[in-house]
């Protein structure tokens, strides 16, 4: 009787360990291709009889099955009996093993489909998309796939269930996943496209406000949402850059001149990114004086970090010489030259004589003593540097001609006229094509009333600028492949005009201008003309048109010399 027992019990393992081993060789047998879904169905059918207690089994039974259900659905006796045996199939499941968010987001579809045939359900499936949500975390696949399947029955859901849902979509985009918000974009554009929604779940994220704005422009959906979308996201930028610029200030306090450098690099990436889409919409978050003075703010920590690392006024990366062109107040610019005479670069108030005989280091003082209006100063460097036997070499040609321009500039301030008319002339024989020097001359020869020498320079300075009416050879703008046309302009304001047809007849599509990196039109297009207004720089301008949702043939840029306002796109 004592040994009956034991060998007994090694049966009842010998045939349980059986059985779990046919079990599991009948569920690798379903999961081969080969054998249909009704050979999966029969093996998976046999596998839960012999062995009844592998949740796993019942789990691929019910999701065979509602297969078989989705694919008939024509055929309303093998539909209806293929979802019921589905529901079976997935309660069973959730017997053995009730914590499985996978087998709810099953058992919740299978109900799905039956609610939307009147078939008779035991629990409602929005209740399982629920409990499959709750059991799983905000990153996993099976909650990314509740959210989508809620969201694309918005319409249909009751109040609470909309709250609910709404829920589930922050949360997944709370990881600032552009690849999932894509996902529920599509899912939102063929259910509804409530943009309500859509405004209550995105989180104020730069990138993700850009995906979702390009998203529109693609789909040719809302214009005016996605220019305010744009507009968040840049203003969204403007602050990050702001905090960076304050990072970059204690880096450079703390003597971390290579952190500081860093983050000024960065802030001045995401000023580049802002291209101010909120010039076409409502939305004013930027204010132009405060992006000004970010802006200037930046490049001074970072000519002060070269000067730093170098201890120089060695400026190749001409970021001295590009917060001198931004900067306009005399007490801003008295700071920097008191921060370079501590270093002992420069020397303030030295008489004429004793400046630098290096003509870069004298074209930087002199650049600094004009923005301070030392007008005299410059002009009696100007006439000592006149007299003197200077063999200028070919590598400081550039530095000499912008020594004389300068002091041009400096008599017209003084309102000696024809003395800064010789030295643009000088300046001019080492630079014959320099626009900015031949338009100083021409408001000499203004000033002058000089008719005949000024219709001359105008002559010269047109030939310099770009022809009124620009062919574009019909090219055809590609999405996401911009074109740049760049314009030499004299700095007065124009109205240019792009002439278009269209390469997808009947379509709309989105065409972006962008001048000197800021926005300047989009509209939806089929053909014909688009005008706007800008106000150039004097030298070369960056013209560049996009397409972001189909092509368009370019026909021609026209530019006139006018102050109209932008126009409507016929």
């Known amino acids: 009787m004592k040994k009956t027992v034991p060998i007994a019990a090694l049966i ?22 080969a ?51 589905s529901v079976r199939s ?16 099953h058992l919740a579809q299978s109900l799905q489909y039956m609610s939307y045939l009147s078939l008779p359900t035991p629990v409602p499936y929005f209740d399982e998309f629920k409990r499959a949500a709750s059991l799983t975390g905000h990153n996993s696949q099976v909650y990314h796939e509740v959210g989508k399947v809620l969201l694309s029955k918005w319409e ?61 422009g693609e789909k040719s959906l809302s214009l005016e949402i996605r220019q305010r979308s744009l507009a968040r996201a840049e203003f969204l930028d403007f602050v990050e850059a702001g905090k960076e610029l304050g990072q970059g200030a204690r880096s450079f306090e703390n003597f971390q001149a290579e952190e500081a450098a860093a983050h000024i690099a960065t802030c001045l990436r995401l000023l580049g990114s802002i291209s101010l889409y909120q010039t076409l919409c409502s939305e004013k978050p930027i204010e132009p004086a405060e992006f000004a003075e970010l802006r200037k703010a930046a490049y001074l920590l970072l000519a002060k970090s070269q000067v730093e690392k170098s201890r120089s006024l060695s400026d190749p990366d001409h ?26 670069l420069v020397r303030n108030g030295e008489a004429a004589e004793s400046r630098p005989k290096d003509l870069s280091t004298l074209a930087f003082e002199l650049g ?29 040609r ?12 400096a008599y017209l301030k003084l309102d000696y006229v024809y003395e800064a008319e010789k030295f643009y002339l000088k300046a001019l024989a080492l630079r014959p094509d320099d626009l900015e020097g031949l338009i100083k001359l021409e408001r ?18 047109g030939a310099l600028l770009s022809p009124a009416a620009i062919g574009l050879g019909r090219r055809t703008l590609q999405k996401e492949d911009p074109l740049r046309v760049d314009l030499v302009c004299d700095g007065q304001p124009l109205t240019l005009t792009v002439t278009i047809e269209s390469a997808r007849p009947g379509g709309r599509l989105l065409l972006a201008v962008f001048f000197n990196g800021r926005v300047v039109a989009e509209k939806y297009v089929e053909g014909g003309t688009l005008s706007f207004a800008v106000t150039p720089v004097t030298g070369s301008n960056a013209l560049v048109l996009e397409t972001f949702n189909g092509p368009v043939i370019l026909v021609e840029v026209d530019r006139r010399a006018t102050s109209a306002g932008p126009q409507s796109c016929p």
């Open 444 to 461: 000499c020869y203004d000033r002058l009333n000089d008719d005949p020498k000024m219709a001359e320079v105008r002559r010269r300075i």
């Open 368 to 396: 600094l003593d004009f923005k301070q209006n030392r007008y005299r100063d410059i002009a009696k460097a100007g006439d000592l540097l006149d007299k003197s036997a200077v063999v200028i070499p070919e590598a400081g």
């Open 90 to 105: 997935f309660l069973k499941a959730l017997k053995l093993n009730p914590g499985s968010a996978a087998t709810h987001f």
């Open 35 to 85: 054998a249909g879904p009704a050979g999966t169905i029969e093996a998976l059918a046999v596998a839960v009889r012999i062995y009844p207690w592998n949740d796993r089994a019942w789990f691929e039974l019910g999701k065979a099955q509602f297969e078989t259900g989705a694919e008939s659905l024509g055929e309303a006796r093998v539909r209806d009996a293929a979802f019921a045996e």
């Open 156 to 216: 249909s859901l009751r109040p609470e269930e909309q709250d609910f849902t709404l829920d589930i979509l922050r949360k997944m985009l709370a990881g600032r996943d552009q690849g999932r918000l894509r996902d529920l974009l599509e899912v939102w554009q063929l259910h509804g496209q409530d943009y309500t929604v859509i405004d209550r779940i995105l989180p104020d994220d730069a990138s993700l406000l850009r995906v979702y704005a390009r998203f529109l």
């Open 319 to 344: 970021y001295l010489e590009t917060y001198l062109d931004l900067e306009d107040q005399p007490l801003a610019v008295g700071e920097l030259e008191k921060f370079l005479e501590e270093r002992g």
């Open 398 to 409: 550039t530095h000499y001609a912008k020594i004389l321009r300068l002091v041009g500039d």
């Open 12 to 33: 009842v393992i010998a045939v349980l360990q059986t059985l779990v081993y046919w079990n599991a060789h009948l569920l690798l047998r379903a999961e081969d291709p």
